[in-house]
């Protein structure tokens, strides 16, 4: 599958480590999100992007940092985690109608994910 | 807050039977339901979703049924497979990026 792709598949660092994960997204879509998903947890939305601009924050630990240079790539910058931010860490992408269309109504829309990056931290 | 409850945690059933999941969820402003597959290992990927304007909604095997008033929604898999072995999970949206999802489901099609 090729319509969102995510590197590394699996990562393993240490609580000083700097590593960033990245996403990318072959679907012409214009909103990316990245979500966290630890065991018997809803997942849990993180970061959204939309047209390149952050529009959703949800009191993230600033341990973590996003970045979105294109509508086609997204980056969690990641630097003195803890063991708890272990887990499975997914991306997403979907078409955002509300932003720049030729509608006024807000339009939700399917969001797709990629595979996935499982993070271990020691 | 907004949050979707999600029944139940894990459901085993024999090959050729039916299995049920059912969600609830708290903002009546919510609009858009998907239901994701996650096979071990693998992404989520939608299977099937439906929309506050539709009561129902069906695809082969699968279906799902709405009922705004009581707030909550059912996914139904019929004549499961051992394929069908996974975790489901709900979601309900009313705005074009957030998604509040449900806890998930682990099925077991026993052969």
């Known amino acids: 599958e090729t319509g969102v792709t995510q590197t590394p598949r699996h990562l393993v660092m240490g609580m000083t480590n700097k590593k960033s994960l990245k996403c990318e997204q072959h679907?012409?879509?214009?909103?990316m999100y990245w979500y966290k998903q630890s065991a018997k947890k809803p997942l849990e939305l993180m970061f959204v992007?939309?047209?390149?601009?952050?529009?959703e924050n949800n009191s993230v630990p600033s341990r973590f940092s996003p970045e979105c240079p294109n509508s086609s790539h997204l980056f969690l910058h990641l630097h003195t985690l803890q063991p708890e931010d272990s887990a499975l860490y997914l991306c997403a992408s979907s078409q955002d109608f509300s932003r720049g269309t030729l509608t006024s109504a807000a339009h939700t829309d399917t969001q797709y994910f990629g595979p996935g990056t499982r993070l271990t931290v020691l | 807050g907004e949050n979707v409850e999600q029944h139940p945690s894990t459901l085993s059933v024999q090959e050729g039977d039916s299995a049920v999941i059912k969600c609830t969820y708290s903002?009546?402003?919510?609009?858009?339901f998907p239901w994701y597959k996650q096979e071990l290992g693998k992404r989520p990927q939608l299977i099937i979703d439906i929309r506050s304007n539709v009561g129902e909604k069906k695809d082969q095997r699968i279906a799902v049924t709405l009922n705004k008033t009581a707030k909550h929604f059912s996914l139904h898999i019929t004549e499961t497979q051992p394929e069908d072995s996974a975790v489901y999970f709900c979601a309900a949206s009313q705005r074009t990026y957030k998604y509040i999802f449900g806890t998930g489901t682990r099925l077991k099609v026993l052969a």
């Open positions: 903002d009546s402003a919510s609009n858009y």
């Open positions: 992007y939309s047209l390149e601009e952050r529009v």
């Open positions: 679907l012409g879509h214009n909103a």
